[in-house]
């Protein structure tokens, strides 16, 4: 199984930008198709965005569409969440999360399709 960890959150005021990174270690994360998922406090967790294992199909919430990215770096074994104009409803705590698959440009917007979980780090948005 891959191991996660997530960098890169803090407290930031709205508008600001912040990039996510997760750092995968212990399989070959190529192989896996991987997620970025949030929980604010009181709520629920909830999807943000999917990436293939070749990087090429995305999928994202509506409610970051527009303003958040995510890519990977296969040949760093790293993922990333580009965050912009960010809003007070994005603070939560983000995980990324990853799934072997064998479908090279398949992703998931699932959480219980996830095997592997970060600790997650914390993003907030002040207005």
């Known amino acids: 199984q891959v191991q996660l960890v997530e960098s890169g959150g803090g407290m930031v005021q709205a508008g600001d930008s912040l990039r996510l990174s997760c750092a995968a270690s212990g399989r070959a994360f190529s192989n896996y198709a991987m997620g970025w998922f949030r929980q604010a406090p009181g709520k629920e967790r909830e999807f943000v965005a999917g990436i293939s294992r070749s990087g090429s199909s995305l999928y994202y919430a509506d409610s970051v569409k527009g303003r958040f990215t995510i890519s990977r770096d296969n040949a760093k074994n790293t993922l990333y969440l580009q965050m912009n104009s960010l809003k007070p409803e994005d603070t939560a705590v983000y995980y990324c999360?990853?799934?072997?698959?064998?479908?090279?440009?398949?992703?998931?917007?699932?959480?219980?399709?996830?095997?592997?979980w970060g600790q997650g780090t914390q993003v907030t948005v002040s207005s």
């Open positions: 999360a990853g799934t072997f698959t064998f479908y090279r440009e398949t992703y998931y917007s699932d959480g219980p399709t996830y095997t592997a």
